[in-house]
């Protein structure tokens, strides 16, 4: 989902942890009450997406590589320049 700044930072209950490589520009706004994530550990890395996978393997889960397709949340820079 995408969501307007403000209202985002408004929604975050207390507790809630926060990460990612565009939080440098929020940061100064979070609320007190939010967990943020040391910046050197917010880039994604692959390590980990490795780590997620063979725990979910070890659990017996099994995605069906012929149906993963990506989830685009908004169009692409092309899209939206074709629309003008």
């Known amino acids: 989902t995408i969501i307007a700044t403000q209202k985002w ?6 507790g809630t942890m926060v990460t990612g490589p ?12 939010a967990f943020v994530i040391p910046q050197q ?4 890395q692959s390590a980990t997406v490795g780590q997620l996978a063979w725990l979910e393997y070890g ?3 099994r995605d069906d590589l012929w149906k993963l397709a990506p989830a685009y ?12």
Do not use: C, F, V
């Open 9 to 14: 930072l408004e929604s975050l209950a207390p």
């Open 22 to 33: 565009g939080l440098a520009k929020l940061e100064s706004r979070l609320p007190p009450h």
């Open 41 to 44: 550990l917010r880039e994604p």
């Open 59 to 61: 659990l017996g889960r």
């Open 73 to 84: 949340l908004r169009p692409s820079y092309a899209e939206e320049k074709a629309k003008q």
